[in-house]
C-alpha cells in the first residue's frame, strides 16, 4: 500500500492541474451563480425623497436579507432594462411598485415585506396625528407586550421549502466536479491493469487487498480533501451562512466521498479502457447533477418522471441530506435515510466492481 501511495502522489506532483482545476472551477462557479455572499437578495431601491417613502427605506435597510442600492428613480428604470435579472423597488409617498421581469416566490414575498411595511407606518402616522407622539408612544409599549402570546409553525416542516441561493450553488457544483476527481483517480486502476503494472506488482508480494486498499484510500482522500477544502474556504473566508452544521457537513461529505469512489470503480469494472470510462463518467455526471438537484432545487421541478428518477443519482443523497442538516437545520439522525443509502451503496457498488474487475483480469490472462 505504501507503495501505491507513493506512486500515486508522484503522479500528482506530475499532474496537479487536474486537482486545482475542479477545486478552483468549484469555487468559482458557487460564488458567481449564488448570487450573493451570504444569500442575501440584491436589491435595487429609488424614493421620490417624501417622508413615508424614506421611512419605507430606512426599515427596509435595517433587515438582513437584503443588499441594498440606492438609485434615483430614472437610474433605476435605466439599469432594470439594461439587467433584465435585477429586482428594483420604487417607493413613493402611497404606494409602490416592484420592478422585476418575472413573478417569482422572491418576488411575491418582497411585495407582502413592503406591504406590511407601509401599512405598519401608516398606522403610526393615524395614531399620531389623532393623539400625538405621546399616544403613540403608549401604543408601541403595549404592542412590545401582547395581551396574547402567538406562536407560529408549520404543521410539517419537513414539506416547508426553503431556499438558500448561496448554499444551493456552493453544494451542487462541490457535488457534482468532486464526481470527476475522484472518478479520474479511480481510473489509475484500469490504467494499473492495462498496463500490466497491477501484476507486477502481485509478483512483488503485495495482496490484491493491499492494491485496492491503496488505490481507493488513496482517491477517497483527495476526493474528500478537495470537498472540505471548498467548505472551508466558503465558511470562513466567503462568510456562507451554514446555519452552525458545518461539522455535519464533513461528516456527509465523507459518505459522499465514499459513495462516488464505490460508483467510479463499478464504472470502469464495466469498461475495457480509460477513454471509454471517462465518456461514460462524462455523460451520468451531467445527467446525476440535473435529477440529483445539483443545478436547481428538486422543490420546483413539476415532472413526476424527473422526480422518480432522483433516486438513481448519488448527487441526489449528499445533495438532500446537506441541505436538510443546514438549511432546514436538522441532525444527522434525521438525514439518516439519505447516510445509510450512500453507506450501502457504496459497500454493494464496491463489492461489485472489485468482483466485476477479477473476473475480467483472470479471463483477460486465460485469453492469453
Known amino acids: ?16 492541474l487536474i486537482l486545482i482545476s475542479m477545486t478552483i472551477m468549484t469555487i468559482i462557479f458557487a460564488y458567481v451563480l449564488s448570487g450573493s455572499v451570504g444569500s442575501k437578495l440584491s436589491l435595487l431601491i429609488a424614493t421620490d ?10 426599515r427596509i435597510q435595517i433587515e438582513e436579507d ?4 440606492v438609485l434615483s428613480e430614472q437610474e433605476l428604470q435605466d439599469t432594470i432594462k439594461e439587467k433584465r435579472d435585477t429586482i428594483g423597488v420604487l417607493l413613493n409617498e402611497k404606494t409602490y411598485s416592484v420592478l422585476a421581469d418575472t413573478e417569482s416566490d422572491v418576488v411575491r414575498n418582497l411585495s407582502l415585506n413592503v406591504e406590511t411595511i407601509y401599512n405598519e407606518l401608516a398606522f403610526q402616522y393615524q395614531i399620531i396625528d389623532v393623539g400625538g407622539e405621546s399616544k403613540w408612544e403608549e401604543v408601541e409599549k403595549g404592542l412590545e407586550n401582547p395581551a396574547f402570546q402567538i406562536k407560529e409553525s408549520s404543521m410539517d416542516e419537513s414539506k416547508v421549502f426553503r431556499y438558500d441561493g448561496a448554499l444551493q450553488s456552493l453544494f451542487g457544483f462541490m457535488l457534482y466536479f468532486v464526481f ?6 479511480v481510473q489509475f486502476i484500469l490504467e494499473d491493469k492495462r498496463s500490466g503494472v497491477w501484476n507486477r506488482l ?13 488505490h481507493l484510500s488513496f482517491s477517497y482522500l483527495i476526493g474528500l480533501v478537495q470537498m472540505l477544502l471548498v467548505i472551508f474556504v466558503f465558511r470562513f473566508i466567503v462568510g456562507t451562512n451554514m446555519y452552525g452544521g458545518l461539522w455535519k457537513v464533513s461528516v456527509i461529505c465523507s459518505f459522499y466521498v465514499l459513495l462516488v469512489m464505490a460508483f467510479s470503480l463499478f464504472v470502469i469494472s464495466l469498461v475495457k479502457t480509460v477513454s471509454q470510462s471517462s465518456v461514460i463518467i462524462s455523460l451520468l455526471s451531467v445527467a446525476f ?11 420546483i421541478v413539476q415532472s413526476e418522471g424527473l422526480l422518480a428518477m432522483k433516486w438513481l443519482s448519488p448527487i441526489y443523497y449528499g445533495m438532500e441530506a446537506l441541505k436538510r442538516v443546514t438549511i432546514y437545520g436538522e441532525t ?8 445509510s443509502m450512500m453507506l450501502l451503496l457504496g459497500v454493494i457498488l464496491l463489492a461489485v466492481g472489485i468482483t466485476l474487475l477479477e473476473k475480467r483480469t483472470e479471463r483477460y490472462h486465460s485469453s492469453e
Do not use: C, H
Open 180 to 185: 470527476y476527481t475522484i472518478s479520474i483517480n
Open 49 to 58: 425623497e417624501s417622508k413615508m417613502s424614506k421611512e419605507v427605506l430606512e
Open 66 to 69: 437584503y443588499a441594498i442600492t
Open 289 to 299: 447533477a440535473m435529477i440529483g438537484g445539483a443545478y436547481w432545487p428538486l422543490e
Open 332 to 339: 444527522l439522525s434525521d438525514v439518516w435515510t439519505y447516510v
Open 202 to 214: 502481485k509478483l512483488a508480494s503485495i495482496s490484491r487487498f493491499q492494491l485496492y486498499f491503496g
Open 1 to 16: 500500500m505504501k507503495g501505491t501511495w507513493i506512486a500515486r502522489l508522484q503522479n500528482l506532483k506530475r499532474k496537479p
